[in-house]
Structures are given as structure tokens and as C-alpha cells.
């Protein structure tokens, strides 16, 4: 069966600082791959998505970036962490075709301060 | 206007209650529907797919009203582990399948 993983699962870090959240995917081979936030009190905003390594698309403009060095490996990052950073990340994948939904990693919380 | 919009309750309802969310979308080309399930702190869960022709799973009933773009989800006899927020979630073919999600309604089911 596949499994999704995400670490760390908390973070903490200062403004202006760098940032890289990993998600692995298991069981499965060339999985479309997501990035989320969602905001405290506030629904789910897709961030990066990807159809296969080495392609991202981004869904809107920020200061975060996301690779997909490997095929189940999908890397979220920031050069310089701002307040509005902060947040619930959470990781994604679905199988490529088809009418399958999509399945969440566990998610990382990040606060930034 | 919001793409999928849903009350945002909370509701809240005495254990063995029928409780029913309703959501509305505004593609007309969205092709699949889902119900997820996310509780406080953690991520969303898959809780059903709904089909044009309804379906059920144990106390669980998912609607699609295509012609009103509408998706409802009811719930019989609540239990007090159904106290969550659901997330009314639709899909378009093309470009990576991506869900567009609404901001959830809170259900809490009390003794």
C-alpha cells in the first residue's frame, strides 16, 4: 500500500530565515505530487503541483519554490521566511490518470517569528 | 464569488442526530466530487466520493445535483467521533487534477 511522509512535523523559525519541507511518497511510482497551506481558520490554498521530476507548476505567486529532484520526492523552500509564511503545509499525492482523488501526508506546522 | 462555498457552522447536534452539509460550486465543467473529513490539528482525510446517482457508505449519504451544482452529505445518527470539520471538494480533468477545496463545516456532536 502507499504511504506519504512529511517531516519535520513542527518547525519553528525566525523571519528572514531559510526553509526546506520534505514529503516522500511510498508504494507507488511517478505520482502527481502537491503542496498546500492552510491558514489558521482558513480553507486549503494549493501551492505547487507536479506532474513528474523536475516539473513544477505553481499555482500563485509567493516566496516559496518547490523541486521534485526525484520521482517520489517533492521539496518545498524559501530562501527568506516571512510572518505570513507561517502555517499548516501539507503534502499530496494522487495517481497519474484516472479519476482518483488525492491523499495527505500527516503535514507540517510552521511558525514563523 | 468563492469556487466551492459551504457554510462554515459550526453545527452542533446532540449524539443520534441527522445532520446534512450542503455545498455549491460554480465550474459547470467539474467532474468529480468528494467529502473529506479533517479533524482539529490534522490532515484531510478521504471520507467519500459522490456519484451522480448518490451514495451511501454505512451512516454516510453523498448527493450531486448536477443541474444546481450542488453536493450534500448526511449524516445519520451522530456519534460523538463524527465531531470534525468536512470539506467539500471538487476536481476538473487537466492540469495536474487539481481539488479545489472549500473552508470546511464544523460539526460538533455533543452528549
Known amino acids: 500500500s502507499q504511504t506519504i511522509h512529511q517531516w519535520p512535523a513542527t518547525l519553528v523559525q525566525p523571519v528572514g530565515s531559510p526553509l526546506s519541507l520534505e514529503c516522500t511518497v511510498e508504494?507507488?511510482?511517478?505520482?502527481?505530487l502537491y503542496w498546500y497551506r492552510q491558514a489558521a481558520g482558513r480553507g486549503l490554498q494549493l501551492l505547487f503541483y507536479?506532474?513528474?521530476?523536475?516539473?513544477i507548476s505553481s499555482e500563485v505567486p509567493q516566496n516559496l519554490s518547490a523541486s521534485r529532484p526525484q520521482d517520489r520526492q517533492f521539496i518545498l523552500s524559501s530562501k527568506k521566511l516571512l510572518l505570513s509564511d507561517s502555517g499548516f503545509y501539507l503534502c499530496?499525492?494522487?495517481?497519474?490518470?484516472?479519476?482518483?482523488?488525492?491523499?495527505f501526508g500527516p503535514g507540517t506546522r510552521l511558525l514563523v517569528l | 464569488r468563492k469556487e466551492v462555498e459551504q457554510d462554515p457552522g459550526p453545527f452542533n447536534v446532540p449524539e443520534g442526530a441527522t445532520v446534512a452539509f450542503n455545498c455549491t460550486y460554480s465550474?459547470?465543467?467539474?467532474?468529480?466530487f468528494f467529502w473529506y473529513r479533517q479533524d482539529c490539528r490534522k490532515e484531510p482525510k478521504l471520507l467519500m466520493s459522490?456519484?451522480?446517482s448518490g451514495n451511501e457508505d454505512g451512516r454516510f449519504t453523498a448527493q450531486l445535483n448536477r443541474a444546481s451544482q450542488y453536493i450534500s452529505l448526511l449524516i445519520r445518527d451522530s456519534k460523538l467521533s463524527d465531531s470534525a470539520t468536512y470539506l467539500c471538494?471538487?476536481?476538473?480533468?487537466?492540469?495536474?487534477?487539481?481539488?479545489?477545496f472549500g473552508t470546511g463545516t464544523q460539526l460538533k456532536v455533543e452528549l
Open positions: 499530496a499525492w494522487r495517481l497519474a490518470g484516472g479519476r482518483e482523488t488525492q491523499y
Open positions: 508504494g507507488t511510482s511517478n505520482p502527481n
Open positions: 507536479s506532474v513528474g521530476i523536475g516539473q
Open positions: 465550474n459547470s465543467a467539474s467532474q468529480s
Open positions: 459522490v456519484y451522480s
Open positions: 471538494v471538487v476536481t476538473h480533468t487537466g492540469g495536474g487534477n487539481k481539488l479545489t
